[in-house]
């Protein structure tokens, strides 16, 4: 068994969600402690207890230690799986945090994955939806990774509620090398989003 200190570095939930996905690529067992220690609030919240029971739920998994407030998981992975998954996490936790998690799993998956996602889609500390469809997916995409994402409803803080559909049409098992040493074509436009809730229109 992988042993790791969630304290570690920024001690926050990232070394977590990164150990959780090794654990399901390698089939190794995992245990991580001292999770969150440098937070606030340590432990887990319903975002990351979301992120393991997804992690758990596609790779076969045993957990041990899953709640709210927990200092400390045990993960046992089985195999990845493919076919269609639902997650939510009941609050405006960070819906992108939780992809996070499951990308890395996603690329060994043995078929089509499609996983839905209810939370938040664009809270604070966390990588907006819009950041991920329009920056590291397409990023992935020359690494021939394809991620095809429909954002189907936005979720804010504190109401979450958001929605989005994930899909891997054909899981490639590895990546290629991702060249960027030129700066390619000039830039000529610029797009941005924005967007807002329970704002009337001549406000919004």
Known sequence: MIRIDGS?????GQILRTSVALSCITGKDLEVYNIRAKRP???????????????????????EGAEVGSRR???????ISS??????????????LIFQALAPILLYAPGRVRVTLMGGTDVPWSPPIDYVRHVMLPHLKRMGYVVEASLIRRGHYPRGGGKVVFEVPEPPGELEPIILTSRGESIELVEGVSHCVRLPSHVA
């Open 8 to 12: 570690h570095g920024e001690g926050g």
């Open 41 to 63: 609030n340590p432990g887990l919240k319903r975002q990351h207890l979301t992120a393991i029971h997804a992690a758990a739920k596609i790779c076969k998994a045993s957990v």
């Open 73 to 79: 998981i045990v993960f046992r992975p089985s195999s």
């Open 83 to 96: 076919g269609s998954f639902e997650f939510n996490v009941g609050t405006a936790g960070s819906v992108t």
